[in-house]
């Protein structure tokens, strides 16, 4: 069956500080592996995606996430982070073929400290 | 353009009550999911609706969960009669094509709480 971990369930870090959120899944199928960002009372938002190709990905905001099928992991890392990144990170999976739903990891509370 | 809503944002009731949670996806969106996530815990999928019709109700908890989307817009989801397991949020996201690597886009959740 498929399952994504998130094993931190908090991580405070410093401003200006890098960090990193880990995923690791796991899953018999191919996969696309998704992280949404929460901020207080707001929904769920998409901040990066893998589907194929480059293994690196990008956000707009300066988070990269990294795909590494060996390892089933797909992390997420800012170089540096801002006290507005401050929020709740789920990494998700969904897969290739069959159901179009998500199988979400527990989330990890990002505090950004000033 | 208006993102996903959902109504009511909190709801407290007791035990053996009923609550319906509604979700409006975003226009033009053909497919809406109801996601479920208890306190300290994953968020799980409940079901998902192509139109009006149930795509995957494989997440339902059991026939105390009722969804309906009549029409093919808005969505309902009764909950009936309530048990303090029930408490948690309650989240519905929506997209547009039939793809799993389409991006959804999820509302604010509706927070229950059973008594």
């Known amino acids: 069956a498929q399952s994504v971990t998130q094993l931190d369930s908090q991580v405070p870090v410093f401003e200006e500080a890098p960090v990193e959120l880990r995923c690791n899944y796991s899953s018999s199928v191919s996969v696309y592996l998704f992280w949404y960002v929460q901020y207080p009372n707001q929904g769920l938002q998409l901040l990066l995606k893998?589907?194929?190709?480059?293994?690196l990905v990008e956000s707009i905001n300066g988070f990269e996430a990294e795909f590494n099928k060996s390892q089933t992991s797909f992390h997420l890392r800012k170089p540096s982070v801002h006290i507005s990144d401050t929020a709740e990170y789920f990494c998700a999976v969904s897969e290739a073929s069959g159901t179009y739903k998500y199988i979400f990891g527990t989330g990890t509370r990002l505090k950004v400290l000033a | 353009e208006a993102g996903v809503t959902q109504f009511p944002s909190h709801s407290v009731i007791e035990k053996g009550q009923t609550v319906t949670l509604r979700c409006d996806p975003i226009s033009g969106h053909d497919n809406l999911y109801w996601y479920r996530r208890v306190m300290g815990k994953e968020i799980k999928f409940l079901l998902h609706?192509?139109?009006?019709?149930?795509?995957?109700e494989s997440g339902m908890p059991n026939n105390r969960f009722l969804a309906e989307r009549t029409g093919g817009t808005y969505s309902t989801l009764k909950v009936q009669p309530a048990e303090l397991e029930d408490s948690g949020v309650y989240f519905c996201a929506s997209s547009q094509a039939l793809n799993p690597w389409d991006e959804q886009f999820f509302g604010p959740g509706t927070r229950l709480t059973v008594l």
């Open positions: 609706f192509v139109k009006e019709s149930k795509q995957d």
């Open positions: 893998y589907l194929s190709g480059s293994t």
